[in-house]
């Protein structure tokens, strides 16, 4: 082909492109879009967005989606055809928009829904702004969630069967973390928890930022079982890892494991009924003599000490028969049946005294004192028992707050106030109310449990 045809070629090809789109004319009707408040970032990434149309004339209509950054302007590459309505009528439906490019993390995208008279995509709207009452817009957040999860308490291996049928799997999880402070993000979406063996199905505890999985494995289970979870945020991004977080690698199901937990005459039904009887089979708590548990009841500073460090792995053999340096308090005498303890758990740094040498053993133990503990006893380590695991392993986690609160009654200087953020922050312990943590209060024995239970809690990996 000749140089001359072909640029002849190419002056017709135009000509008829621009009758093309001269022949096009705006329809003149109302129509309106809704799309998510956020969408996902990558290439190829694809919004649904809801439309309708009233006020159609007669004849043919194309209906069209313009999409452009916000501040930017709309082009014919940035346009969609979505239908064409034959006839005087309405219409709505679902559309999904295929961008072109790759939306990037934190942009603020704008959709416009146009209607004409010939081919689609071929006229833009005369003036954009006038339509601005038919707009959709979405932020892309491409930002993953961050958080981890735990694995009941054991002796520290991840294959090693649970205690009992009934344990709390939970994690924590946030779409903020180091984010700055005016960049958007969608939120926590959905857990998606999932497990595999062979089973009765059995309901799955709350979706909320902090996973509260709570099963009892049916006395039916047999096989090879795991348990997963894949979180993502209200934007469909997962955590950073695509693949599952397993609780549960696949393990075959042990005799133990389809043993009921301990249990108590007052323990049923109670919100630490879980944790109460889950310590209560590794022997880390114990009832009365009349077979309650008390969970509402409050425990000293002493015995405080003494459930401390039989996590720690000590029993009564083990412990101290004098004051080590530095934990001589006048109100712990030899002849006292938890004066080991005390000055085990002094010696170790997870208890302190309170001043004037005094340990006020007798005292009531307060929530800000069980959290300033386990802050310690993290700060620390462990040295055995069920202690030297989790505490050796969350040091890293320990220093991530996946959520905070606004405590009305946790002054800065307090002692117990950066315990109370970290404890809170993954999860370890909950407030007494949105804006209240209560750290005067005392501890009753089902918190105590409940935050024991987490605080013991193997801790295997993160997202």
């Known amino acids: 082909m000749s140089k001359k045809v072909f640029t002849l070629l190419l002056v017709a090809v135009f000509a008829l492109a621009q009758f093309s789109v001269a022949s096009a004319v705006q329809v003149t009707a109302d ?11 990558g290439a190829g990434a694809t919004v649904t967005l809801d439309w309708t149309a009233t006020g159609l004339p007669a004849g043919t209509t194309y209906v069209d989606i313009y999409a452009r950054l916000m501040g930017g302007t709309y082009a014919i590459g940035e346009c969609q055809n979505v239908a064409v309505i034959v006839g005087t009528s309405n219409g709505s439906g679902t559309f999904d928009y295929v961008f072109t490019g790759v939306p990037a993390d934190g942009e603020y995208w704008e959709f416009l829904i146009a209607f004409d008279d ?19 817009s979405s932020y892309v957040d491409g930002h993953f ?20 049928n009934t344990f709390e799997y939970w994690a924590i999880a946030t779409d903020t973390l180091g984010l700055a402070p005016a960049e958007p993000y969608a939120g926590f979406g959905a857990w998606n928890p999932q497990i595999t063996g062979t089973f009765a ?25 795991t348990f997963s979870i894949s979180p993502e945020d209200a934007a469909g991004n997962n955590a950073w890892t695509p693949i599952p977080y397993y609780f549960r690698f696949p393990t075959a199901i042990a005799p133990a494991e389809l ?38 009841t409050t425990l000293t500073r002493a015995e405080a000490s003494t459930l401390i460090e039989i996590s720690n792995g000590y029993d009564d053999t083990m412990l101290p028969t004098s004051a080590p340096a530095g934990c001589d308090f006048t109100d712990v005498a ?26 006020d053993p007798n005292n009531l133990l307060t929530r800000g004192q069980i959290v300033t503990i386990i802050n310690n006893a993290y700060n620390v380590g462990g040295t055995g028992g069920f202690l030297a695991a989790p505490f050796s392993v969350l040091n890293f986690e320990w220093t ?27 999860g370890v312990a909950e407030g007494t109310s949105a804006t209240t943590f209560s750290p005067d209060q005392p501890v009753t024995r089902g918190e105590f449990a ?12 993160g997202f």
């Open 31 to 41: 129509g309106t879009l809704v799309g998510p408040d956020f969408m996902p970032a």
């Open 118 to 136: 010939a081919a689609s995509c071929t006229t833009l709207p005369a003036d954009p702004a006038v339509a601005d009452n038919f707009m959709a």
């Open 145 to 164: 969630l961050d958080g981890f999860g735990a694995i009941p308490p054991n002796d520290g291996t991840i294959l090693t069967p649970v205690a009992c």
């Open 201 to 225: 199905p059995a309901p799955i505890g709350p979706e909320n930022e902090l996973l509260s999985w709570v099963f009892t494995l049916p006395a039916t289970a047999a096989g090879t079982w």
């Open 259 to 296: 043993e009921d937990c301990a249990t108590f005459t007052d323990i049923s039904g109670h919100a630490s009924e879980t944790y109460v009887r889950y310590l209560a089979t590794l022997g880390l708590i114990s009832g009365f003599a009349d077979g309650t548990f008390g969970p509402d």
């Open 334 to 359: 030899a002849s006292d049946w938890f004066a080991g303890w005390v000055w085990q758990a002094c010696d170790d740094g997870y208890m302190n005294g309170i001043g004037g040498g005094l340990f």
């Open 400 to 426: 991530n707050i996946y959520r905070e609160a606004a405590w009305s009654d946790v002054s800065v200087g307090a002692f117990y106030a950066v315990p109370v953020v970290n404890a809170y922050g993954v």
């Open 450 to 461: 409940q935050m024991l239970y987490r605080a013991l809690s193997l801790y295997f990996g």
